[in-house]
């Protein structure tokens, strides 16, 4: 198999004809790109609003939304390091991925994490990359951006339920809150039409279980966190 280089660039479609056939690995142009999140443009520049991408390649669709998403952070936050650093935080904490091969996870990671840094030292030149922020926005790319079969919603190895984490703001106080799911247990009990999850309709609420809980830990701190399991 071709080990891309790390000049990929965004514009590059394709990396081999194998990949083509065995994967399907034919990336998005940035046209049509724009073009589809356009349709949900509101929600692309909703901090808070999730997504999803389940077959991200290097992440075409994350970082136009990342980007999206970071400029109205800038527009509304700039004026506070604290209050830029928490929703920047909040926006790259809302983007997931999934990706089957393991050299498209790690540029999709990288692509991402250097979208946010440079954004941050553009306002914040005094920052480096051993910042306490800078390394935790690179370890929520690192939880967010997983190696996974969207298929069987395993590991590619099938060794693990591909997991992921909820991060949540308590009250602008900086401090997170994360729980672990499995996205096997969550499609399972999503309904496929009807009343949504947090239905009042009298109907039966889904409450999934975390597989996991953490302590509430504050955004500069969340890298240290796997020793803190509850
Ligand atoms: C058509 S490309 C799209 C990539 C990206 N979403 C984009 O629009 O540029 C499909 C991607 O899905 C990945 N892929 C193929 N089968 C997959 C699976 N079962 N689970 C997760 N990813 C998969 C391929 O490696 C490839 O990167």
Redesign the pocket.
């Known amino acids: 198999m071709e080990h891309p280089t790390s000049d990929f660039s965004a514009h590059r479609?394709i990396k081999s004809k194998e990949?083509v056939s065995a994967?399907?690995?034919?990336?998005?142009a940035d046209r049509e790109?724009n073009a589809m999140l356009d349709l949900v443009k509101e929600e692309t520049e909703r901090i808070d609003s999730r997504f999803l991408?389940?077959?991200?390649?290097?992440?075409?669709?994350l970082a136009r939304i990342l980007q999206r998403k970071l400029a109205v952070v800038q527009r509304r936050y700039v004026a506070v390091r604290a209050d830029y650093e928490l929703y920047a935080f909040l926006t790259v904490s809302s983007l997931y991925g999934?990706?089957?091969?393991q050299d498209?996870v790690d540029e999709c990671r990288t692509r991402l994490f250097h979208i946010l840094r440079d954004a941050y030292l553009t306002h914040f030149p005094q920052a480096d990359d051993k910042d306490d922020y800078l390394q935790s926005i690179r370890y929520v790319f690192h939880r967010n951006i997983l190696w996974?079969?969207?298929?069987?919603l395993r590991t590619?190895d099938g060794r693990e339920a591909i997991t992921f984490s909820e991060w949540t703001a308590v009250n602008g106080s900086g401090l997170i809150k994360r729980r672990d799911f499995e996205l096997d247990m969550l499609l399972r009990n999503q309904p496929m039409q009807g009343p949504n999850l947090f239905s009042d309709l009298g109907d039966e609420a889904f409450i999934p279980t975390p597989k996991a809980e953490y302590p509430l830990t504050h955004y500069l701190k969340i890298y240290t966190q796997d020793a803190a399991q509850l």
Do not use: Q, S
């Open positions: 479609r990949r994967y399907g690995e034919v990336f998005t790109v991408e389940p077959a991200c390649g290097n992440g075409n669709f999934i990706e089957l091969l498209n996974g079969d969207a298929l069987t590619p």
